[in-house]
C-alpha cells in the first residue's frame, strides 16, 4: 500500500490542481449527466453574481437571451451559456479609480465619465 501524503508545503497546489481538472471533466460533454452538476453549476452563477454585484445584470441577461426569468426553469443547455456569460463577465473599474482620474484632468473628464459609466454599466473593464 503506498501512503499518499500530501506535503504541508505543497497542499494549496494540490488543491489547485484537483479544482483544474474537476472543471475540465464537468466541462466535457459527458460532465452534464451528473445529477449534481445541474447545482453546481446554478450556485456559481449566484456565487460570480453576487462576487461581480450584477444580479441585475444576470436578471436581464436570462430575460432577453434565454427568454427565462428564474434559473430554476432554464434547461441544462441554457445554464452551460448563462455560466459562460456570467464566468466571462468582467469586474467594473472601481468607482474611486474613475474619480481620481476625472479630477486629475478637467479637460478629459467628459471622456472619462463616459468610460466610467461604461464601466459601471459592464460594457468594459478588466478580468479577475
Known amino acids: 500500500m503506498i501512503d499518499a501524503e500530501i506535503r504541508h508545503g505543497y497542499f494549496d497546489r494540490a488543491e489547485s490542481y484537483l479544482v483544474r481538472w474537476r472543471g475540465r471533466l464537468e ?18 452563477i449566484h456565487a460570480r453574481c453576487k462576487e461581480l454585484d450584477c444580479d441585475r445584470w444576470r436578471v436581464n441577461y436570462m430575460r432577453e437571451g ?44 467628459r471622456f472619462l465619465t463616459v468610460l466610467c459609466q461604461m464601466a459601471r454599466n459592464g460594457e468594459i473593464g478588466r478580468k479577475p
Request: hydrophobic fraction near 35%; include cysteine.
Open 27 to 44: 466541462g466535457m460533454p459527458g460532465g452534464t449527466k451528473c445529477p449534481a452538476w445541474r447545482d453546481r453549476r446554478i450556485k456559481a
Open 66 to 109: 434565454l427568454r427565462q426569468g428564474v434559473v430554476i426553469d432554464l434547461s441544462s443547455e441554457e445554464i452551460g451559456k448563462l455560466y459562460r456569460a456570467v464566468m466571462d463577465r468582467m469586474y467594473p473599474w472601481p468607482p474611486v479609480l474613475c474619480q481620481t482620474l476625472c479630477k486629475a484632468c478637467p479637460v478629459s473628464a
